[in-house]
């Protein structure tokens, strides 16, 4: 038989760009400020150990097998009652186990949005969702942030505009209100009370998410949106900050028709047991206020490291807002810096970060750059920092020589 | 704030049935035939544990993180040199690592398909692969298996009816060309030979689903799909019924642009490393081929013993094909018999199975029934069967006074 090389029109759906986080670099001492990822040195190992023991040899057998169940019944119950602590009080029904937050993304904007749909999102906005919004046809607009997180004003505006002018409305908002990826920034109150009256009142849905709410430095604690209107919010948050990431769990918290919906669309029935049971092993044998305590202690003093190395290396080359919370610093350059151009010059020099490009619709967001203070060590952020600084310059004058 | 009750028009690509699988029985006499599971006593239990404690003691920090990469290295070696085995050779930008083979099915269909395209699939096929072909906005076309599998000289007559009318040709064929789930067939080696030809010849792709490939009876084996047309092939297999579901890992074979194209579409990265870090420990651990040697003894036994039952109970009230492997048995019972109906009927004796509606895309199916020998035990095989029996007698008894 001979091989007929044909062409073969794939899917428009795939995106033409890798999702970040991954990297090729493999030199020891590069520092990766680029990883949004947890710190290893706190995932509870030992515990975990135990937890996995016991959860082989008490439920083994359950818990290999398939479920088609939302979620195990010892994690649905620590997720009800850790909502409740944020002033969530959510039914049986109204709650859904989910692959990582990641999944709950993606199953929240399959269950609201037709191709062609539109979605409003937060400029910058987190680039999984973003991708996940493409991938289901939706057109999308974006509304700025700033240091009270997206201009709600401006929704509010554009919400009266399109229905004077009988434009299309969203279906769905997808936003960060608490310590916003990448921007670091936490919608005020004000603002979440205005945009649940919003959605109310022009009948959209709100997908919260909310995977950093726990990892809160000062512990003052504003309502969520979906306590605000549960009928027109879906909750996500993950156990990837406060855990650990690569047991990919996290959870949905909605109204019982659209966890009904989310649950149709979990192809293959829903998440893997065996890790859920590790999981639930792992909740009952860890402190976790003491856990979550040794957390924010540490993230915290990670920030503070890195706040004072910007401070240092860049003085007032770069302006940012200090995030009470999360992971990320969202470092704002002079417009007319092109990040995208500094990202293989600080490589060279020891450095990566995420450039502001990745996290918006449009070609914007050029002169921002993320950097996490989650994942390297506070030696590592002040070196990574100071390298960035110095490719900074570099570029600097070899774009003033040139031009 | 008023709540105003509004509705909402959720999104188009909603399924309106859950997937077969659960169940809301909790008698423990009851009798799950319905349940395509694995027999959970033949999980490795002792390994996995000693396999999970090493995973996290030596490579736990890794483990717990996000990962980019396409699997894990030792999991990808041990499914190169198994794939190997089964005269595929595949490089490593030719494989991924899935979340299931559910996952593998819903990347493949998303990575050809666009709402609209064509896609042609067997009658009866794999409900939860026609319920993602349905959410991608597939338009089905079935083709009707007999006891060599799907009906290949009828797909050839449609290309060729198809290509003469200018109709349009399809995207892609999603088939289960090894010990079918429900039918128990396997494809003759003419018909792969001719398949891989036409899929050559009009340019469409085949997803290879060969879950259940392993659990073969004889040993006689035959070349898969893939290893006949790999550049229009996309391979899928899984761990779950060779190792446990509940790990929730598979794998997809295909060319690397394939892949390529796959892994945009993998939101969030990849698969989880901590399931698979234990698994790659886990393979250590066994001897594979002694493993699969239980696993394949036990069902066939399983079958044999079903096999005795329902000739015993049913008579000619019912044929099928014997499978020589797999997990399922296709009771085919005279046209007129409504599963559907028989299926409370059955619950209240005590046994639960599939009817055969679920594996149709239209109305078809009806006096089909599929019981699956894999979970249960002798014992429950012979008195589900048998009550089953019963349940049909009661049934036609019922009709025959009524009508
Ligand atoms: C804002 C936000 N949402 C969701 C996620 C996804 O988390 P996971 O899928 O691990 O739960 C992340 C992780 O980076 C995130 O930053
Ligand atoms: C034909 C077939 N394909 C795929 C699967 C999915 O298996 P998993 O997602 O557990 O790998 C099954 C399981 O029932 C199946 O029968």
Not at 47 to 75: D, F, M, V
Not at 136 to 149: H, M, R, V, Y
Not at 307 to 335: C, E, K, M, Y
Request: charged share 20%; aromatic share 10%.
């Amino acid at each position: 038989m001979t091989v007929t090389r044909q062409s073969f029109q794939f899917a428009d759906r795939i995106p033409s760009t890798p999702s970040i986080g991954s990297t090729t670099v493999t030199s020891p001492d590069h520092v990766h400020l680029s990883f949004g990822f947890a710190a290893p040195h706190l995932f509870p190992i030992e515990q975990l150990n135990e937890a996995a023991t016991e959860a082989i040899t008490s439920s083994g057998r359950q818990a290999l097998q398939y479920s088609g169940a939302g979620g195990q019944g010892k994690i649905r119950q620590w997720i009800q009652s850790r909502s409740a602590v944020h002033g969530m009080h959510v039914k049986e029904d109204e709650l859904l186990v989910t692959y990582g937050s990641t999944q709950g993304i993606d199953l929240a904007i399959n269950v609201l949005v037709n191709p062609g749909d539109h979605v409003w999102v937060e400029a910058p906005s987190f680039f999984s969702a973003l991708q996940s919004l493409r991938i289901a046809g939706a057109k999308l607009t974006s509304f700025p942030i700033d240091n009270d997180g997206v201009k709600v004003e401006l929704i509010e505006q554009a919400l009266l505009e399109a229905e004077r002018s009988k434009a299309p409305l969203p279906k769905l908002l997808y936003i960060m209100p608490t310590f916003h990826n990448p921007g670091g920034v936490t919608l005020s109150v004000e603002r979440r009370i205005r945009l649940a009256e919003l959605a109310q009142r022009y009948n959209f849905f709100i997908i919260e998410d909310d995977a950093y709410m726990e990892l809160n430095f000062t512990g003052e604690q504003l309502p969520t949106l979906y306590s605000l209107c549960p009928e027109r919010v879906i909750y996500l948050n993950t156990f990837s900050k406060i855990i650990a990431p690569g047991l990919r769990l996290g959870w949905a918290l909605a109204q019982k028709e659209v966890i009904q919906k989310m649950k149709l669309l979990m192809l293959g029935g829903s998440v893997g047991v065996f890790t859920q049971e590790i999981l639930a092993q792992l909740l009952e044998r860890i402190d976790f206020e003491d856990h979550l305590g040794q957390l924010k202690a540490y993230y915290k003093n990670n920030r503070d490291i890195m706040v004072d190395a910007t401070r240092q290396h860049f003085g007032s080359d770069v302006t940012f807002h200090l995030p009470q919370g999360g992971f990320f610093i969202w470092l704002a350059f002079n417009p007319g810096v092109n990040t995208t151009e500094l990202l293989p010059l600080a490589a060279s020099k020891g450095v990566s970060f995420v450039g502001g490009r990745s996290f918006y619709i449009g070609q914007d967001g050029l002169h921002y750059a993320r950097v996490c203070f989650s994942y390297c060590n506070g030696e590592q952020i002040t070196r990574g920092i100071r390298a960035l600084a110095e490719a900074y310059k570099e570029w600097k004058s070899g774009t003033v020589q040139i031009g």
